[in-house]
């Protein structure tokens, strides 16, 4: 059973830092590229941090660039996401998502942890 199990969000002020966590099991996670998306409310979800298979390679949008770092050990199965100098705009439910196209399309979902940026 393929699972997705996301961590570590909460409220925290602006200019602050959290760190995501999603921890991977049922599928072999090392063939798969890992990425972070979110969703604000009344917003379409998007992407906010890709990693590939073997962690070599990772892409971030302008909003995030500098100020997020995605990284995984493959080793625990587990993906990360640092979000540091936050920002109220980064209010939004973040996913952990695992994609692998083959002769196949897999694409795996997480349930979503909340992030809010208040003071």
């Known amino acids: 059973q393929v699972q997705l199990v996301e961590s570590g969000g909460g409220l925290v002020q602006p200019g602050g830092s959290l760190r995501l966590s999603c921890a991977a099991s049922?599928?072999?996670?090392?063939?798969?590229?890992m990425s972070w998306y979110r969703q604000a409310p009344g917003k379409e979800r998007e992407l906010v941090a890709s990693?590939?298979?073997?962690?070599?390679?990772?892409n971030y949008p302008d909003s995030v660039k500098g100020r997020f770092t995605i990284s995984r050990d493959n080793a625990k199965n587990t993906v990360y996401l640092q979000m540091n100098s936050l920002k109220p705009e980064d209010t939004a439910v973040y996913y952990c998502?695992?994609?692998?196209?083959?002769?196949?399309?897999?694409?795996?979902w997480g349930q979503g942890t909340q992030v809010t940026v208040s003071s």
């Open positions: 998502n695992a994609a692998r196209s083959t002769v196949f399309t897999y694409d795996y």
């Open positions: 990693i590939t298979s073997a962690g070599g390679i990772t």
């Open positions: 049922g599928f072999t996670f090392s063939r798969y590229a």
